[in-house]
């Protein structure tokens, strides 16, 4: 049916990527050399700053009233420091449906050189007073300044008070695209949720909102400090957390936008990334000796970079960490294709033996693309809700504890699971045709799989390195002799997704109990875009059509009693091509004694 000569020798490209990879492997760059601490920051005086926001205005939602008053507290502790420049950022947005007026207020410390350091920190809070999140790094922001702007520094110091982080973080966003000055900007340290009384990791977030890398020089000099200066300890991702993220850009707070913009950022964070539930962020939960270590952390890590003179090493653009070296993406990307290129080869040769023989390729082809129907109406439905406004589309990153499962949620994940099965039903998912003969609809099983692939690969590459497994699958069903068993097909398929599935479980797991849900939500707002959903729609129905030719076996096609098979058909199903049968009374018959005029009659 195919020739398996041909799949293996595809490998070849494959194993010139690898040594490609091997050799562009490069060292991490060293962190920045410490610097002694001008000043001491003051987690006390952080700690009364929190407890003031919280009292002034324990609701502080994106555009209200409580938002607002904080903003002319900070913009009056920004007067109050000699020698700074006030400026702001205005601009709107969407909160809880409504529209919203938000600002960013900026402090501004020039110093002896044009290139500057940016420390952020977000004011507003989407539910509960926030006192151990954007309260907690509002104040730890007011201890910076009055600490930082005491001391001489080279750089221009640059202090932001960000608005609507609960909305999609759209003040990151306002400054990483209208700040007039952000070439300059050398790193830039975003306080994100640092006093929580129940700390855990990670305490360094480098995630971006999209297939980027953070700076390796800033995000080893961040660990590199919060080691020194607190009891908390920076535990690694591993390689395939960090291959997630650029498969599935999933970060939720502010150094992920900025990171998507080409900003070298890092955030510290005493709770991970994912913001902490009311329940979890009121002036119970606030400890001030996290509050220190955090603060502490980014007094010194904006020292050191005000102290270093040469930019700082990103590294490359993109990169995975393996084994204390980092794999460029590029890298990563090429051999993502290479791994593809022996499936289409053995889907090229089986399709083109297809058509030899006369085995209705083209029809295969249609039926393997429809088995991506189901899944695909579900997912043209889905927009539809959104496009009408039943669904949600919130920004990315949005705050998952504004977006729960409700009865309205679970009535839409039902009709999408309804539209699945119905679809399926109707295609008859599980069937192949009876006369379709597997010659033609293993390659075009294939060729489907392999196309699908390709598609992610050009939308993100290492999203296309989880999925290559399933490229191959079919082949478990391209043997002359027939299909493999059929549970033995559905181990391979169940296999073949596991690195995609484990991927979704990475990104799934800080959402909580509703992950699904907010998954949907990734897909309406279309930071899951489009064309990785075909794909995915693609593989998922490609492995449903090799799973059910497996089922059916080799038997031949179904024929009325004492019908006779054609030749082609034959070879056909065989994966033989066929010699042109020429009828038995259109032969010339030739004797085998020259002149024998019986013979020649007969």
């Known amino acids: 049916m195919v020739s398996f000569r041909i799949y293996r020798a595809g490998f070849a490209p494959a194993l010139l990527a690898i040594v490609v990879l091997l050799f562009a492997l490069t060292a991490p760059p060293d962190p920045l050399p410490a610097v002694a601490a001008p000043a001491e920051f003051d987690e006390l005086a952080a700690a009364r700053f929190d407890r003031q926001i919280t009292d002034a205005a324990p609701d502080r939602t994106p555009g209200s009233e409580g938002d607002a008053a904080i903003a002319q507290m900070v913009e009056q502790h920004f007067r109050q420091v000699e020698g700074g420049l006030i400026s702001e950022q205005r601009f709107s947005g969407q ?12 402090l ?36 910076l300044v009055d600490e930082l702007s005491a001391q001489s520094h080279t750089k221009t110091l640059v202090f932001v ?28 340290i975003d306080l994100w949720q640092p006093g929580s009384s129940d700390p855990h990791g990670p305490f360094v977030l480098q995630s971006s909102a999209d297939s980027a890398s953070a700076s390796a020089q800033l995000v080893r000099t961040a660990e590199h400090q919060l080691g020194d200066q607190a009891d908390l300890t920076q535990s690694s991702e591993g390689a395939f957390s960090e291959l997630v993220g650029l498969a599935l850009p999933s970060g939720l707070s502010e150094q992920a936008v900025l990171i998507e913009h080409g900003v070298a950022a890092v955030g510290l964070s005493s709770a991970g990334e994912p913001p902490l539930p009311p ?5 119970e939960n606030l400890g001030s000796s996290t509050l220190g270590d955090i603060g502490r952390t980014a007094l010194l890590l904006a020292v050191t970079v005000d102290a270093d003179t040469a930019p700082l090493d990103h590294g490359p653009s993109t990169y995975v960490p393996l084994a204390g070296n980092l794999v460029p993406g590029w890298t990563l990307a090429l051999l993502a294709l290479t791994l593809l290129i022996p499936a289409a080869l053995a889907a090229a040769d089986g399709m083109r033996r297809g058509v030899r023989s006369h085995a209705g390729v083209g029809w295969a082809v249609g039926w393997a693309s429809s088995r991506a129907l189901p899944l695909f109406a579900a997912l043209v439905f889905f927009y539809f809700l959104s496009l009408v406004g039943l669904v949600a589309s919130p920004p990315f990153p949005f705050d998952p504890n504004l977006f729960g499962i409700g009865a309205g949620q679970i009535v839409v994940m039902v009709l999408l699971a309804l539209i699945v099965a119905g679809v399926y039903y109707g295609i008859r998912g599980w069937r192949v045709p009876a006369v379709l003969p597997r010659a033609a609809a293993v390659p075009a099983l294939g060729a489907v799989s392999t196309l699908a692939v390709f598609i992610s690969w050009l939308a993100n590459p290492y999203l296309a ?7 191959h699958v079919w082949l478990t069903c391209a043997g002359r002799r027939g299909p493999l068993p059929w549970p033995f097909v559905l181990g391979a398929g169940t296999l073949s997704v596991v690195p995609f599935a484990f991927a979704i479980g990475d990104v799934a797991g800080p ?9 949907l939500l990734m897909v309406s707002d279309g930071q899951l875009g489009f064309w990785p959903m075909l794909a995915s729609c693609l593989v998922v129905g490609g492995l449903l059509g090799i799973l059910a030719v497996a089922i059916r076996g080799a038997q031949p096609p179904a024929r009325r009693p004492g019908a006779l098979r054609p030749p082609r058909e034959i070879h056909a199903e065989s994966g033989m ?26």
């Open 108 to 143: 501004t410390l020039p110093g002896d050189t044009d290139r500057s350091v940016v420390v952020m920190a977000p004011r507003d809070s989407g539910g509960g007073p926030g006192a151990a999140s954007s309260a907690a790094a509002t104040a730890a922001l007011l201890e």
């Open 465 to 471: 390195l989880l999925l290559v497994p399933t490229a």
């Open 95 to 106: 909160f809880d449906g409504h529209d919203v007026d938000l600002r960013n207020v900026i």
């Open 577 to 602: 091509e066929a010699e042109e049968v020429v009828p038995l009374d259109a032969r010339p018959i030739t004797s085998s004694r020259a002149g024998d005029d019986r013979w020649s009659e007969r």
């Open 161 to 188: 008070s960000t608005d609507g982080s609960s909305a999609g973080v759209l003040g990151a966003r306002e400054f990483a695209t209208a700040y007039p000055d952000l070439a300059s900007v050398d790193a830039l």
């Open 279 to 283: 329940s979890q962020d009121g002036q």
């Open 511 to 519: 959402l909580g109990s509703a992950a699904p849900w907010l998954l």
